[in-house]
């Protein structure tokens, strides 16, 4: 991959981590408004922050391997 489709992918995948970040702290806010006694909001917050760890692994490895950063 050239230094362009790495620049590309660098680019969508903080965009992914951005909208992840938005859904975290939507879910955050909704669960503290429940007193944290939604199982199911928990459950969602859990997942996003899994995708949001795996995407931000991604972001650090390209980073690692690239060096148009």
């Known amino acids: 991959m050239n230094d362009d489709e790495k620049g590309k992918q660098f680019l969508g995948l903080i965009d992914e981590q951005s909208n992840l970040q938005r859904s975290i702290v939507v879910k955050l806010s909704s ?39």
């Open 31 to 69: 669960l503290i408004r429940s007193k944290w006694n939604s199982n199911e909001l928990q459950n969602e917050l859990e997942t996003l922050v899994e995708e949001y760890s795996k995407i931000t692994k991604k972001i650090n490895s390209l980073d690692e391997n690239t060096s148009f950063l």
